[in-house]
């Protein structure tokens, strides 16, 4: 019950000594994830002290952690100047998934990083990404792990805490995940909806799809149509930034209204002319999903 | 951030390209003065970051530098699109044979920048595209290589068919993505390129955005920041790093992350408020960015009741309460304040919040409803 | 009885209104090759008169003559300032076989070059070379068409004359070739002796190979282990370069010898002991074959 | 085209590096001024062409500007490796508390360049090569991204276990590629590469090979050719656009491909003749490239014989053939000349060399052979 990764996957951090990446390396060991090292340059050879006595080596480049390791997954918490170059650093190494929670990475930057990530057949999830949660298998990234439970639902989002939002209501309710992905906020996602989609209509467990949008581009307005093409099982989708003033920035690169193109109207209306049914607020969506699963 | 046309065109510059260049003035009598140094007839145009100012009137010939100084006196001051001018920039005024477009944005669907020409400039583009996109001829540039020589040949020939003027805009083209590039910007355009009596492919106006993600490695580019031209609250907001913009309502909102915060919006909607603010405070908060939150919120008169509505992950809920502690306690709140937390450190938070007397809301429904009722009270 | 090209290939000579271009484009033509057009930005419209009453149309761009004619290969005689692009500029536009005649383009283009042609599919065959023949099919470059006669020898070479001097050789002889294939002299030749080998190997009705290296790197030596691991018909070789002085640039940049490696001496020792018999001299090419055929 | 110290330590420091830097100087007397102007301890550095010159005693420490100038004395006008000391460097001694090796040259194999170092630095690194493989640590740069910062990490890495001189080290090896690039270089050089007693890490050699056909676009480059190092012939050739190497033989060659005219020299070795020079006149050849061959060979007081090889495919027979009539009618020629010319407008030519009376060999065989004969006659 899960996608992109599970229990199995071994994951090294790359920024593991930093304020963020070790608060997130132990939340991340707690919850269950195999976190085999880290990686911090000028820091190798040190060893990271875990929760509950358990511990994992520091490396100063990828190539080393990996070829110590075995690892097949990253998570990255390095500063912006330097994600991008972590993201080619990792897909150089051979780590088959990359998730970049950075934030505030140039756009200019990323093109490069995800065409490497391409070239050497790496997904990237993010950047300005929570992350990924298996629920009983493994999370990488910042999601809180109380927050998710098993269960047949799955859940992908642009937005990082409005999906601990949906999550937390769809858990409270009963209503489990077998992952809850958010794909970020920034304009270039390495993943996108539709890759979300593929794999969950693939996994074979998960019985209903949630889709949390905002406003900006297309996204949304693609994974509509791939729902009403390919999707078996029912999909619940929710839309923020409807009050947003048009041609304002809101708070990250993908959340922006350039006149008419990629309002919450427009989004709104794509899902429900292709099946997804569209909570008005967060709460809403356990109603929903709980009715489409009982359908 | 935005440039100015006259930024923009001096980015042009560095990269080679010919372009309308002039001299910036503050007032009617420098405007005069640089049309009298520049000499002949001479445009004078308002410099803002919008567009459209052709129609408002902020675009103007002068023949004499007597009528470049009246031209002015009429443009600054002037509001465009609700932003007032507050420069101009007199050039010398070129004589135009034809008009053509070319721009450069990057592309979310093809995950590369896009350069983009079209033969029929000097209008709004955007119509052009949903009136005839045919009209509009674009090369996806891999960014493994960059512009590629053919490339700018190709998006050339759209426009020129003679061989010199296919020769000058190839390279004005190449000068378009250097400058691009070396600006950190997310989008370049050139709107007319025109080819004057000379023969001579000009840059006439210049646009540009800048990656407000690049702006840490191009400090030359962060010197070009117009902080007079920004709300004192805008600029609060970004020198402490969080994402605001001032709406109309009287429910202040202070949110972690933009999705979140755009769903609250939407909710005090829902429940018949109006939002006087979008505020992210972004992730891994440390207290003082909840200090300056709390600060921009309260400096607007027409704030009513704040909201806080926290799901911690990256951020930590006890560095939200630590922030909310210390600026209520140095500020002195004036409004009433519903807070609701959740998430990581939770319970911490929520000791430090109980020590100091702050209740909370119990969920975001919840949060919101109260603050929409204390704001209409 | 080809490799790479035949008598369908559909050929666009890139620099057709130049003085090589030109010159070699009705060569081509009167030698039967299936030329459809030709490319020289700010000339396109006109049309380019051949040999015989025949004529093919001129385009600004690669693209507009691909689609105009079906292309599936290209001959590039531009200067070497604008070459590398122009390779590019056939690859992206689909073409799948590029023969770069140009000397002289920088090295550091042609890595780019190179990896973008990899990127797009497209086997570039040079840069600085002599191209291939396939005698009674077609040519593409400028191998004199007169010297070469349809036969059952595959002859590959790094340098431009000097294989001439062997064809000449070997059709006197009476000997045939199935193709001739001069791979260049530069250092990064798009196409390798192996890769030349293979389809000879590939093409059932190549009954002898005729390898011709010169001094500088190693591909002479890669050609001969490959030789003895894979090729079923008889091999010569002939090296040119045994009395170069060591350290001394010989007019192209792959003919060069730095200290002991990429010799003459070194080269004709890896042919003897991977069953190359090697000529000593260029005549000297027709005995070995024939006697290699006799066997 | 091989780069001076001097000359590639500046293309380094263009790029942000920290060198060795000094002063050149072709006198004693600039060499004493230099190090005065330096002060305390230099280092007197011959400027040559080739390797190996601390061997040959090239390089050596003055203490005072005095010695500076005895030691600059000694070296110039030295030979090493045949090639005559015609500059020194002066630069001031440095405190060397280890030694590193970092190169980058276009791998043929690997299609890229690729970058080296290892710490067994300030020794011959083909030596280290043969000696102990392992010792040198190479990442190849995919020429679509270039050197990315984890490589230039990962090298730095391999030569510094301290954080802080691996962090300068990366910088250096980044600073290394991207002089490399923007010289257009085919290889470059920093041997040795060291720790300073002030903890700094300083390129204390230089040494760089620009690509021949980058030096059209790279003016600032071509002009630090030391034409007075060149022999008079090479010049020559050169700015004829020849390929040409002297060697000590009596037969003059003139052929047409680099192949070709090697084989034609193992050839006239084959028929027991010496070459006097490998010639090749190149592809495409004007019948001007001819006339400067031809006067070029017949410069030299060793050639006793002449031969052309020409096998026509881009070069046209008819172009060579009015280049030999043009040039033997001009110059007069006082040695014997033998041809041999085949190919492209092949027919064209031998009524050109006919009707000025010259004779044809019938094959590449029988030119050489003939050749050889008269030039031992």
């Known amino acids: ?295 | 951030m935005d440039l100015y046309e006259y930024q923009a065109s001096e980015r042009f510059r560095a990269a080679g390209m010919r372009t309308n260049q002039g001299v910036v003035a503050e007032t009617p009598e420098a405007a005069r003065a640089a049309a009298e140094q520049i000499g002949g007839p001479v445009i004078v145009k308002a410099q803002v970051h919008t567009g459209g100012r052709g129609k408002a009137g902020g675009v103007k010939l002068a023949a004499s530098p007597a009528e470049a100084r009246d031209r002015a006196g009429a443009i600054l001051g002037m509001e465009i699109k609700g932003l007032r001018v507050r420069k101009v920039l007199v050039a010398p005024a070129e004589d135009i044979v034809s008009e053509a477009y070319a721009g450069v944005l990057v592309d979310r669907e093809a995950q590369c920048a896009v350069m983009m020409v079209s033969a029929e400039g000097g209008v709004d583009i955007e119509e052009v595209a949903a009136r005839d996109p045919g009209a509009i001829h674009k090369v996806r540039v891999d960014p493994r290589y960059g512009l590629l020589a053919h490339q700018a040949r190709f998006l050339a020939g759209r426009l020129y068919s003679d061989k010199a003027l296919a020769r000058q805009g190839a390279k004005a083209i190449a000068q378009l993505y250097d400058a691009f590039v070396e600006s950190g910007a997310s989008m370049a355009e050139i709107n007319p390129l025109v080819v004057n009596g000379a023969g001579e492919v000009v840059a006439l106006d210049a646009k540009m955005s800048i990656d407000d993600n690049e702006l840490f490695r191009l400090p030359e580019i962060e010197a070009m920041r117009d902080a007079g031209a920004e709300e004192p609250a805008s600029r609060q907001a970004r020198a402490a790093g969080l994402s605001f913009v001032k709406l109309s309502g009287a429910v202040g909102c202070c949110v972690n992350g933009a999705g979140l915060a755009m769903a609250t919006m939407d909710l005090v909607k829902y429940y018949g408020g109006e939002p006087a603010n979008f505020l992210d405070i972004g992730g891994s908060s440390s207290p003082d960015k909840v200090v300056a939150a709390l600060e921009i919120i309260t400096t607007d008169p027409d704030v009513k009741a704040i909201l806080f509505n926290i799901f911690g992950g990256i951020t930590r809920c006890d560095d939200v309460a630590k922030g909310i502690v210390e600026a209520t306690s140095r500020v002195g709140l004036e409004v009433p304040l519903v807070i609701r937390l959740t998430g990581t450190n939770e319970a911490l938070a929520k000791d430090i919040l109980a020590e100091a007397g702050f209740q909370f809301a119990s969920s975001m429904d919840d949060v919101v409803e109260k603050a929409v009722n204390l704001a209409s009270a």
């Not at chain 1, 006595?53 to 990828?62: E, L, M």
């Open chain 1, 1 to 295: 019950m899960s996608i992109f990764v599970d229990r199995n996957t071994r994951v090294i951090v790359q920024g593991i000594t930093g304020r963020d990446g070790s608060f997130h390396a132990r939340q991340m060991m707690a919850y269950g994830t195999t976190v085999v090292g880290g990686v911090t340059p000028g820091k190798g050879g040190r060893t990271f002290e875990g929760p509950e006595g358990r511990s994992a080596p520091v490396f100063d480049t990828v190539e080393e952690a990996v070829s110590a390791t075995g690892a097949d997954a990253s998570v990255i918490y390095v500063p912006p100047a330097f994600a991008a170059d972590a993201i080619m650093e990792a897909a150089d190494a051979g780590v088959r998934f990359v998730v970049c929670v950075t934030e505030g990475i140039p756009v200019l930057d990323m093109t490069r990083a995800h065409a490497f990530a391409r070239d050497r057949g790496a997904r990237v999830l993010g950047p300005n990404c929570p992350g990924v949660i298996c629920p009983g298998e493994a999370k990488l990234g910042i999601i809180p792990g109380e927050i998710a439970a098993p269960g047949p639902v799955g859940l992908v989002s642009r937005s990082g805490t409005l999906t601990y939002e949906a999550v937390y209501h769809l858990t409270a309710a009963g209503l489990g995940q077998t992952a809850c992905v958010g794909i970020g906020g920034d304009p270039l996602p390495g993943t996108s909806f539709v890759d979300c989609l593929e794999a969950f209509a693939a996994d074979g467990v998960t019985e209903a799809v949630v889709m949390i949008g905002e406003i900006g581009g297309t996204a949304e307005q693609e994974a509509a149509a791939w729902v009403k093409r390919h999707l078996e099982v029912p999909a619940v989708g929710f839309i923020a930034g409807r009050t947003a003033p048009p041609g304002q920035r809101m708070g990250h690169a993908g959340a922006i209204v350039s006149g008419s193109a990629g309002t919450a109207a427009e989004k709104t209306q794509a899902f429900e002319e292709n099946g997804v049914r569209v909570a008005e607020r967060p709460v809403d969506i356990v109603s929903l999903v709980r009715e489409s699963l009982a359908q």
